[in-house]
């Protein structure tokens, strides 16, 4: 079946310019997790959804980034005013359910994001 | 979650078995030991996990010991293409408000050469 998807696969911007990143996570997968790995860095948790409720939103860096989730399916991260430290790959994970234990999470294969 | 100990680097001859160790000393008793890889300008891959048992997929053997407090995962035939970053996580069950996410160490580099 189908896998994450995420859309675009590379994104370049102008500082200061508002970016919108698209994950379409795996059909009936309740929980939904966003990472972004900078170069030289590790992945890093960004935020987790399940269903259309974020209960953990602990791994966002700023008040510029914000991420929503319809339908609980579609993801949206949003990044206003990019900054150059933004620049990173983001990655959209999903699993069939944040609740229990041993859950295994599948991840997209990112989005590029560089700021100029 | 429990921190994660695994060496930066390793290499492997093509067609023989790599192992791949971690450590895990102050593990939970209701936490996994997850294994992921992430192939150059790729998303991270699954592989296998287990909680006290040694398991086997098609990709990957997991060996944990007794006390939990180290494990191993054995890849039984390295090819090129297994050239990765591998990621020894541990992960608690996602009760509470660890919610499941993924805490991810430098891992370690896999290289397989012909």
């Known amino acids: 079946g189908a896998g994450v998807s995420q859309s675009p696969s590379n994104k370049v911007t102008e500082k200061g310019k508002d970016v919108e990143l698209r994950c379409d996570p795996i059909s009936g997968h309740t929980a939904l997790y966003w990472y972004r790995q900078s170069l030289g860095q590790g992945l890093e948790f960004l935020i987790y959804f399940q269903g259309n409720s974020a209960p953990d939103k602990s791994g966002l860096p700023s008040d510029r980034f914000s991420a929503e989730r319809t339908g609980g399916s579609v993801s949206t991260l949003t990044i206003q005013r990019t900054q150059q430290e933004d620049s990173a790959v983001y990655l959209c994970a999903s699993s069939p359910d944040g609740l229990a234990g041993g859950r295994t999470q599948y991840f997209g294969p990112g989005t590029r994001l560089t700021v100029l | 979650d429990a921190k994660t100990t695994q060496p930066p680097s390793m290499d492997c001859a093509e067609g023989r078995a790599a192992n791949l160790p971690c450590n895990h000393s102050t593990i939970s008793g209701n936490e996994y030991v997850y294994w992921y890889r992430q192939i150059h300008s790729q998303g991270p891959q699954y592989i296998i996990h287990?909680?006290?048992n040694n398991e086997t997929n098609e990709m990957a053997s997991l060996i944990i010991t007794e006390d939990r407090k180290s494990s191993t995962l054995i890849l039984p035939h390295a090819t090129l293409r297994d050239t990765a970053v591998y990621y020894c996580?541990?992960?608690?069950?996602?009760?509470?408000?660890?919610?499941?996410?993924?805490?991810f160490g430098q891992g370690t580099i896999l290289t397989v050469h012909p």
């Open positions: 287990g909680l006290k």
């Open positions: 996580i541990v992960r608690a069950n996602a009760g509470g408000t660890s919610y499941g996410k993924l805490t």
